[in-house]
């Protein structure tokens, strides 16, 4: 008992110590900016590389990191704004949520920072009312749609970079015709690799990227448009050329299939070149998705993915603009690319990134136009969810379960059901 | 035994003292929830916004709408299916290898048991890894193993097909818990007093037909109770399948029962925003199910069970 008694009495003395040593810490600098992030991955990148390029122009802010788990994120992030607790910049998930949080009187405008200049318009989709005139977080990176390949096995086959998806469709040919190498690594079994890398990887070519997505909103586009069908008729023809039962093939074997080399081509997010760089030991290289027959114009899937706002109930609402104004700048942006290969910032500036395949899909965006997955501004907001659909109608059709018409019938059906421009 | 109440106080208090306990946890963490539960069913909401009372409408939406009643059906049969397969594979089975390992003279009896009630006791996500990998066509062992039996093109895609993905799951279910009724119906074997099997074989017959004719009546309650566990269980499975194919159920549904269905309803998937409310008539839905199936065992099957007094 006398034991139990002075272990408790220790630890209520160790917390009272603790507390005390903390506080001072918490409330001393006005001038401290938190930002709330759901990137864990990324604290060494901020404490080590962009906080401290950023405290060389602004010597008087202090930053802190502060990230959450991301599952956890953003119920926490909640939590915390309804108590007044969270931190003063606040990374923004895209889309519904963020605009939520704007709504809900959460976020501030941030129109009138300066830098917000730099970014397109597609740019700041993510996070602007839906009428496109309040911008509310600051576009920070975004995800790049195309293929990644075997430089080594295109060598071996003499296969030239595909162009046109005609020249793309013969280069699968080639390479299945010669055996030594799956043609092409994804899977089904997942679903999402089939609309993410799939549908929105090939799709903005027919759809004409912006244009096309834009149409589909105010209802101008149906999903049964020729343009759209053509989309999963491609889709349809990956069949025959990907790997061995890749119906029950997932994301992460498609990784395997491809950096233990045994397959060539491999449809991808930029993301995934962080992965590749650790495990491949042969060179790859990126190629943008082919374009149709005879089309000049091309379109990629710059996709918007993580942007930073402002807590309107910060005290520190000066130092977080001007946070924000440099992290629209080129070395922030320069910075930011580098850390992490694959995922870009969104600024308008050239960037220059060592990583010779991140370097290459950034480079897409000087020769293509850029734009976003159609299904998550606006067109997921109901029940059935757009985005949902596409993940299940791609498979249907890559697994030859659906046909493209019926594919994009039902995807047209359950968006009319409840979204009124559409009906 | 001595202790007699006396005639007049029969009220025995320390009755209702040990009742308390679980009556009250009983209360507080399944009968409320369970109310409330329907409660909210008769209610609808906007996202972060007010809930208002709406009577039959979520209902009269999931009966009427075409997706919805296509989805629900759709996991309806899909549950059943899998609800079949664990009365027609898993059931025989526990019963066979209860009466196996309750043989006399049987060697090894105990380590035969451990093992077949191995699996149960693993985590779920466990189990689907690894059944996952067995059978993943790109480095599974069974291509190897298939091989071997003449069959070179390897295994199809066994957990990818339309056609094979939900009779794949329920099997694996079954190989997971087939330790289950063997040991409820291996319980009920051991109180079966020896001298009536002996007497028996006495008089002629063989284990065989001392089985079927002397202990299988006998444990019939049992196996009864089993087959009402087992819809129960089956009809709120969800973790299998999500650990296997994800909230989205796939190939195009193929796999989603009650469980998925009411996971996407409740909580959203992806960019699918959750939708309490509707999500809390799924679950009454299913509780319907279910409770309808619990009563036609207790009014049609359990009356007619013999009871022997042994």
Not at chain 1, 142 to 148: A, K, T
Request: charged share 15%; with cysteine; net charge negative.
């Amino acid at each position: 008992m006398t034991k139990l008694k002075f272990s408790l009495s220790t630890s209520v003395a160790a917390v009272a110590l603790a507390v005390a040593a903390l506080s001072p810490t918490v409330s001393a600098h006005a001038d401290e900016l938190i930002i709330e992030s759901w990137r864990t991955d990324d604290i060494d990148i901020w404490n080590s590389q962009i906080i401290p390029a950023f405290n060389k122009s602004h010597p008087d802010i202090k930053v802190r990191f502060a990230p959450t788990p991301p599952a956890d994120y953003n119920a926490g992030l909640n939590a915390k704004l309804a108590a007044k607790t969270a931190g003063d910049l606040i990374t923004c998930r895209p889309f519904d949520v963020s605009l939520d949080l704007y709504n809900q009187g959460h976020l501030t405008k941030i129109d009138g920072i300066d830098g917000m200049d730099n970014f397109s318009n597609v740019a700041k989709s993510a996070w602007q009312t839906d009428d496109g005139s309040t911008t509310f977080c600051l576009p920070m990176a975004s995800v790049i749609h195309g293929f990644i390949y075997n430089k080594e096995a295109f060598k071996e086959l003499g296969i030239e970079i595909p162009k046109t998806i005609p020249e793309f469709m013969a280069a699968l040919e080639k390479i299945k015709s010669d055996g030594t190498y799956v043609p092409m690594s994804i899977g089904t079994a997942d679903q999402w690799e089939a609309a993410t890398m799939g549908f929105q990887n090939i799709g903005p070519n027919f759809w004409k990227g912006e244009e096309g997505r834009k149409g589909l909103i105010e209802g101008k586009e149906k999903l049964t448009d020729a343009q759209y069908v053509k989309v999963f008729e491609h889709l349809a023809e990956w069949g025959p050329y990907l790997g061995k039962g890749y119906k029950a093939q997932s994301y992460p074997d498609s990784q395997n299939l491809f950096s233990l080399g045994r397959a060539a081509i491999y449809p991808a997010g930029s993301w995934d070149i962080s992965t590749f760089n650790g495990q491949a030991d042969f060179e790859f290289g990126a190629f943008p998705p082919p374009v149709p027959a005879g089309q000049k114009n091309c379109y990629i899937s710059d996709h918007t993915d993580i942007g930073l706002g402002i807590n309107a109930a910060s005290k520190n609402v000066k130092s977080a603009e001007a946070f924000l104004s440099w992290m629209s700048s080129k070395e922030a942006g320069t910075i930011f690319s580098n850390a992490l290969p694959g995922f870009y910032a969104l600024s308008k500036h050239k960037l220059e990134i060592s990583d010779p395949v991140a370097n290459e899909f950034v480079s897409w965006r000087g020769k293509c136009e850029s734009t976003i997955r159609n299904s998550y501004q606006i067109l997921s907001r109901g029940t059935p969810n757009l985005e949902n659909d596409l993940w299940n109608t791609s498979v249907g059709v890559m697994n030859g379960s659906m046909t493209p018409e019926e594919a994009a019938k039902k995807a047209q059906d359950g968006l009319a059901s409840w979204y009124k421009p559409q009906q | 035994m001595a202790l007699k109440t006396k005639p007049g106080s029969s009220f025995r208090t320390h009755i209702l003292v040990f009742l308390l306990p679980a009556a009250l946890i009983y209360t507080l963490f399944m009968i409320l929830p369970l109310i409330d539960t329907v409660r909210f069913s008769f209610y609808s909401e906007e996202s972060g916004g007010p809930t208002t009372f709406v009577g039959w409408d979520n209902y009269i939406l999931i009966l009427t709408d075409e997706r919805w009643w296509q989805d629900f059906t759709n996991a309806l049969k899909n549950n059943f299916i899998f609800f079949v397969v664990h009365m027609l594979i898993q059931n025989p089975i526990g019963l066979l290898l209860a009466a196996l390992l309750s043989l006399p003279r049987l060697k090894l009896a105990n380590s035969y048991r451990t093992l077949i009630f191995m699996p149960t006791m693993l985590s779920v996500v466990i189990i689907g890894f690894i059944w996952k990998l067995i059978l993943s066509p790109l480095w599974g062992v069974g291509d190897t193993l298939v091989g071997f039996v003449g069959m070179t093109d390897g295994l199809p895609a066994l957990l990818g097909e339309e056609s094979t993905a939900l009779i794949t799951l329920s099997l694996i279910s079954v190989w997971q818990f087939v330790g289950i009724p063997m040991m409820l119906i291996y319980a009920a074997l051991l109180n079966v007093p020896d001298d009536l099997v002996d007497a028996a074989i006495v008089d002629g017959a063989n284990q065989w037909t001392a089985f079927w004719r002397i202990k299988l009546p006998l444990i019939l309650p049992t196996v009864a109770m089993v087959s009402v566990l087992t819809f129960v269980a089956n009809f709120n499975a969800f973790d299998l399948i999500y650990a296997v194919k994800g909230a989205l159920a796939g190939p195009d549904f193929h796999t989603d029962i009650m469980g998925t269905l009411f996971y996407r309803t409740f909580f959203g998937f992806q960019l699918q925003p959750g939708s309490a409310t509707m999500g809390a008539t799924v679950a009454s839905l299913m509780f319907l199910v279910i409770l309808c199936g619990v009563m036609i065992y207790l009014f049609v099957i359990q009356r007619r069970l013999h009871r022997y007094q042994l």
